[in-house]
């Protein structure tokens, strides 16, 4: 897997072994990033990456603009990997890596008074819907104003996402077997 543009563009992604590690594909990595360049989603924003995996979204994000990203997933494996490709990239200033489980990695972060222009939000499939509506309601405390998106990758066969009260949908695509969501607060 390789980084798609921008400043790391035709880069290494290192992924972790096994099955337990669902890589976002290029075409809706592609597609996604263009979207979100062309609203100027990503320039100069901080990122947040949850359920990072081998970090590819959140390593584009950096790559394409963003000026930090905090990573979290749980799996050894996946943390080794990422911190591999950012020390391969020399992004190891513009980055943090959080080895825990998402929710607890939030709470962290919502403590510490973090706030993100851009939550990537790629849950393994089989999440259930009740565990990610409380994921988002966490992540929307997150987010730093109106202008800032919360994006959702899903199954296209999952429904849309139960929103908290604060978030509403800005926009849906599906490629697929891939189904994303984009989120921002309510005005």
Do not use: C, N
């Not at 360049?37 to 590819?56: H, I, P």
């Not at 962290?108 to 009740?130: Q, S, V």
């Not at 919360?150 to 189904?179: K, M, N």
Request: glycine share 12%; aromatic share 4%.
């Amino acid at each position: 897997m390789r980084i798609i543009a921008g400043r790391h563009r035709g880069r290494t992604v290192h992924a972790p072994r096994g099955r337990d590690t669902r890589p976002t594909s290029d075409r809706v990595r592609e597609s996604l990033f263009a979207s979100l360049e062309g609203m100027g989603a990503l320039e100069g924003v901080r990122v947040l990456d949850v359920f990072a995996g081998s970090g590819a979204l959140g390593l584009e994000a950096l790559s394409r603009g963003a000026v930090h990203a905090v990573f979290v997933d749980r799996a050894s494996g996946a943390v080794a990997a990422l911190k591999r490709t950012v020390a391969d990239l020399g992004e190891q200033a513009r980055t943090q890596v959080l080895a825990q489980p998402a929710q607890r990695g939030l709470g962290a972060l919502a403590e510490a008074g973090e706030t993100f222009g851009l939550i990537l939000l790629d849950p393994p499939y089989p999440l259930g819907e009740e565990e990610l509506a409380g994921l988002l309601a966490a992540a929307a405390g997150l987010l730093d104003g109106l202008e800032a998106l919360i994006v959702v990758e899903r199954s296209a066969r999952s429904p849309q996402p139960v929103l908290p009260d604060e978030l509403e949908v800005f926009r849906h695509r599906t490629f697929g077997e891939t189904a994303v969501w984009l989120l921002q607060l309510r005005e």
